[in-house]
């Protein structure tokens, strides 16, 4: 059906651009150079969570916007969704669904941090021991989903 790969193509097109938007971000960030950095980031721990907190904003948005798309189908009837969303189901695409888990909870974790420090700004003084505390509390909730995503993807390969 053209329409069903039509709207894989897209959602296809989606993964790589935000994914090439987030090398070439972090590109920049290894490029840059303690002598070039601003007067608000200096290149620590404060820059890497803003880099990493707008490259999850892009993911996520990219995400929303591909499955508002491919959900769209549905109207169509539902012959063209379930092909539309079989691209969901292949064993190599779930490495992708775990890097939107990620993306979804280090968001949700630094707009927390961010929020804190909105609410009450005397705690942006201690801002590096509240984002290595955000990575910390990051890794244990994301290994467990973690785990177990990727092990179903394991399983579902054909190297297992």
């Excluded at 990620?102 to 974790?109: Q, S």
């Amino acid at each position: 059906m053209l329409a069903a790969r039509l709207i894989e193509g897209l959602v296809f097109v989606l993964t790589i651009g935000s994914g090439l938007f987030a090398a070439y971000l972090l590109f920049d960030l290894f490029r840059l150079r303690s002598s070039q950095a601003g007067a608000v980031y200096r290149g620590g721990i404060g820059q890497w969570s803003w880099a990493a907190h707008r490259i999850t904003g892009v993911l996520v948005v990219a995400f929303l916007f591909g499955h508002i798309v491919d959900t769209f189908g549905v109207g169509f009837g539902p012959e063209l969704y379930d092909e539309t969303i079989s691209l969901y189901k292949q064993w190599w695409f779930k490495p992708f669904e775990v890097a939107l888990v990620a993306a979804v909870i280090y968001h949700a974790f630094n707009g927390l941090r961010i929020i804190l420090f909105d609410f009450w700004p005397h705690l942006a003084l201690k801002q590096k021991q509240f984002a290595y505390a955000e990575l910390v509390a990051f890794v244990v909730a994301f290994s467990p989903a973690a785990f177990f995503m990727l092990r179903s993807a394991w399983e579902d390969s054909p190297f297992a």
